[in-house]
């Protein structure tokens, strides 16, 4: 008997419906999709889908915008002197790209609220943008501006992108989501730059228009961010996990952590803690250094109070290793647990010093907050490590952007 062979399909044909589905999803979810990736990427993507939706949109009225300022603006030079100044445009803006590549480690450093402020500044550009509209003879500076602007707002974006994808990635699949949250992003845009042909036939405000488009795009935008789950500690995230230890002993979860830290910081907020800092930065005078100084003969770092300046500094040594700079944070934010629980106090004190004593105490008047803290720092850090470890935490003292300062400090012959 001759034997026969027969080939068999490993899978079963698929109900149109669900072929379609799958040819779907082929374009839109990484594959293995949902065990390839962490819980918190269908989130991340929906938000980021309803950015670039709401951004296509606004695309069709900055770019038609656009058209009609430079042809008002130009409309008595030549077609070649109007492209001179399309192009000098899109020069300008790449010359400011370039300028601001140099940032390098804060793209790394400050991912998210990085992230979410291009996202201002792109809605920024698309504002001046449209402004052209009121001021076509100033098509060519304004333009520029705008330009550059939006520039340096794409940079931030393709410079934070390739991290958030690959915190969402499980195994080596980097590219894959990669490529499918791209397809994903420019799907919405088309959508919405459709629906916004489809609007601008009726000539709608073009202020009320503007208004509504970027609210949208920017709460999907702080949404989008605060959906990130990172679980390295940047200097947000690394004060969030040690005020709830300092506070209740608790080093909180990746999720938890993300979720309180602070995405927006505007350019003028006072910082409490400052690591790697210059000595005369910290110290109003030289006795305060003498008196700190035994303190932390035994460690690579110093850390004190200003009160002038009302901030914590953290001083490393020359020699501090990258777990001594960690240590150091820690001590500082320990340190200015401490510091604010004394201004409370204060505050609720009703004692004569209060009112006559002097407003801008010495560095030695905290003497003994820096030796309570360096007690607590020598039981608790080791404890704070292994909790932070347990929780899946990363710690790394580049992320925490130590300045460059160092103390070099010589022991007597």
């Known amino acids: 008997m001759g034997a026969s062979v027969r080939a068999v ?33 269908v989130p991340y993507m929906t938000w980021r889908a309803l950015k670039h939706f709401f951004g296509g949109a606004m695309g069709v009225f900055t770019t038609r915008t656009l058209l009609s300022s430079v042809g008002v603006s130009q409309s008595k030079v030549t077609p070649g002197a109007i492209a001179i100044n399309w192009i000098l445009k899109d020069g300008a803006g790449r010359v400011g790209k370039m300028l601001f590549a140099r940032q390098g480690k804060k793209f790394d450093n400050d991912l998210k609220q990085l992230r979410f402020s291009s996202d201002l500044l792109l809605e920024i550009g698309a504002g001046i943008e449209l402004a052209t509209a009121a001021f076509p003879q100033f098509f060519l500076p304004m333009a520029c501006v705008a330009n550059v602007v939006k520039n340096v707002a794409a940079v931030t974006s393709t410079s934070t992108r390739t991290p958030i994808y690959k915190a969402y990635a499980r195994g080596e699949n980097i590219g894959d989501v990669t490529a499918k949250g791209e397809s994903v992003g420019n799907i919405a845009d088309l959508l919405g730059t459709g629906l916004s042909i489809f609007i601008t036939k009726r000539n709608p405000s073009l202020v009320t228009s503007f208004a509504l488009l970027s609210c949208g795009y920017l709460l999907s935008s702080y949404h989008e961010v605060r959906s990130v789950v990172l679980n390295t500690l940047n200097r947000a995230r690394f004060t969030v996990a040690v005020d709830s230890f300092i506070k209740t002993g608790y080093v909180p979860s990746l999720k938890e952590g993300n979720s309180q830290e602070t995405i927006f910081i ?10 790697g800092s210059r000595f005369g930065e910290a110290f109003q005078e030289p006795v305060s250094f003498v008196a700190t ?55 609720m004190s009703s004692n ?28 608790s850090y080791g404890t704070f490590r292994k909790k932070a470890k347990e929780q899946g935490w990363i710690m790394s003292e580049s992320l925490l952007n130590p300045g460059k300062a160092r103390l070099c400090v010589t022991r007597p012959q």
């Open 266 to 275: 505007h350019p003028w907020r006072h910082e409490p803690v400052s690591i």
């Open 9 to 41: 399909p490993l899978q079963s044909p698929l109900p149109p419906a669900e072929e379609i589905m799958a040819f779907v999803r082929s374009y839109v979810v990484p594959e293995g999709f949902p065990d390839s990736v962490t819980p918190s990427y």
């Open 293 to 347: 100084r035994p303190l932390f003969e035994d460690e690579r770092y110093m850390v004190t109070y200003n009160p002038t300046k009302d901030k914590v500094y953290a001083l490393l040594k020359d020699h501090a290793k990258p777990d001594d700079i960690l240590k150091a944070a820690f001590h500082a934010h320990v340190l200015l647990h401490f510091i604010n629980v004394s201004h409370e106090r204060k505050r």
């Open 352 to 379: 004569r010093s209060d009112h006559y004593g002097n407003p801008h105490p010495r560095n030695m008047d905290f003497l003994a907050h820096i030796a309570e803290s360096c007690k607590i720092v020598s039981s």
